[in-house]
């Protein structure tokens, strides 16, 4: 998938979430700028440090999530985009542009329980914070942050 296109999708799919959150206080739309936020948030982190750093990328592809590491059987769906690197960096640059995607993905979200204040909302964010941050650091991109530093720069 054309990087340009995937970013445009995904940066205009995070302001609108955050724009509905504003107007709307109905919780299942409230929720699916929740998940918007969470989902578009992660690889447009990733691209936006990755090329300030001197990374360059290839293209988007479809891959199941670190987490089928954990359980085959719930996490094998190809719907979490990849961002393909061309050109890598290492150490702390490396492991800036893996952690970016982490905490935005861990942190966007509560924008949406801030500005719509619902407590279901915030509560949500927090258990996320808590969750992506342990299968993070265990299986995911903060691991991946951490092996980075290991590398000589």
């Known amino acids: 998938m054309k990087i340009w296109k ?14 509905v959150a ?11 700028c929740w998940f918007a936020t969470l989902y578009s948030s992660h690889c447009l982190a990733h691209y936006i440090v990755g090329k300030l750093l001197g ?22 769906a190809k719907i979490f985009l990849t ?11 490396c492991f800036f542009m ?3 995607g982490s905490l935005a ?22 258990f996320n914070l808590v969750f992506t941050g342990y299968f993070s650091y265990k299986y995911g991109c903060i691991r991946k942050a951490l092996s980075c530093l290991g590398q000589k720069s």
Do not use: C, D
Not at 83 to 93: A, D, H, P
Not at 110 to 125: E, K, P, Q, W
């Open 6 to 19: 995937v970013n445009v999708f995904l940066f205009l799919t995070l302001i609108s979430s955050i724009f």
């Open 22 to 32: 504003f107007k709307v206080k109905y919780l299942p739309i409230l929720l699916i």
């Open 55 to 76: 990374f360059e990328f290839s293209h988007y592809t479809l891959s199941k999530s670190m987490l089928h590491k954990v359980s085959p059987k719930i996490f094998s």
């Open 83 to 93: 961002l393909r690197i061309k050109k890598k960096q290492t150490g702390w640059k």
């Open 98 to 100: 893996f952690l970016s």
């Open 105 to 126: 993905s861990m942190f966007l979200p509560f924008s949406i329980a801030f500005i719509s204040g619902n407590l279901i909302i915030m509560v949500l964010s927090v």
